[in-house]
């Protein structure tokens, strides 16, 4: 990955000391947090019919996103935005089965009361990817500002004041807009009103970090 065009580097590191040395401990963490998602994002979910990588993808686009977002608003939270973003949609691993299970009805509940998959999730669930998520990652301790984020990347005015989580509702929003999605209901994702006013972004704007986001994606993929 430290090879991967998306660090400029091709061809030229040799070791992860090498790495280290050259990229600086910062970046090497960033490329070990994506290896360790990868490997747990990298599947296929049949549930929710995303074929192999698709859900790692769209969570590198977030990740990426996200990023760029907390550089223009608050930079501390560089680090936890990216992170955040790699593992947002970690419930839908845990919720796959059940929705496999049930994914005649929930297609035609969807398609019948024109309602997204969150929707669908919490109707015939209860609760949704982003509760699940929310809770593994607490169980994994990680910092409340991520966990927040998490359980409300969907909803961010929920989150009582979390920044992050609307750094992460505008960078999934993001990633689907670059066709980095993979949802059947694509569609019918909308920005939550308010969203970009709290991070005081113009659509220009959106449209730069959309074409950003697709090219780094592309490159650390090849």
């Not at 969150?118 to 929310?134: D, K, M, T």
Request: glycine share 10%.
């Amino acid at each position: 990955m430290a090879n991967s065009a998306y660090y400029g580097m091709s061809g030229k590191i040799s070791s992860i000391k090498h790495a280290a040395v050259v990229l600086g401990y910062k970046t090497l963490g960033e490329i070990t947090s994506s290896v360790g998602a990868e490997n747990i994002l990298g599947g296929k979910l049949p549930g929710y019919g995303y074929d192999s990588q698709d859900l790692w993808k769209h969570s590198l686009a977030v990740a990426f996103g996200s990023k760029i977002l907390a550089n223009t608003q608050n930079s501390t939270l560089v680090n936890e935005a990216y992170t955040a973003g790699l593992i947002h949609d970690v419930g839908k691993i845990i919720m796959d089965s059940y929705v496999l299970d049930k994914k005649e009805e929930i297609e035609s509940f969807m398609e019948k009361e024109e309602k997204a998959f969150l929707e669908a999730e919490n109707q015939f669930f209860g609760f949704n990817h982003a509760e699940i998520g929310f809770e593994i990652c607490h169980k994994w301790n990680f910092p409340e500002t991520i966990t927040t984020a998490i359980k409300n990347h969907h909803q961010p005015s929920n989150a009582n004041g979390n920044g992050l989580s609307h750094i992460l509702h505008m960078a999934d929003y993001i990633a689907i807009l670059s066709g980095i999605g993979y949802d059947a209901d694509d569609v019918l994702y909308t920005l939550e009103e308010g969203t970009m006013s709290a991070l005081g972004l113009k659509h220009d704007r959106v449209g730069k970090i959309a074409c950003t986001v697709s090219e780094s994606v592309h490159k650390i993929s090849t």
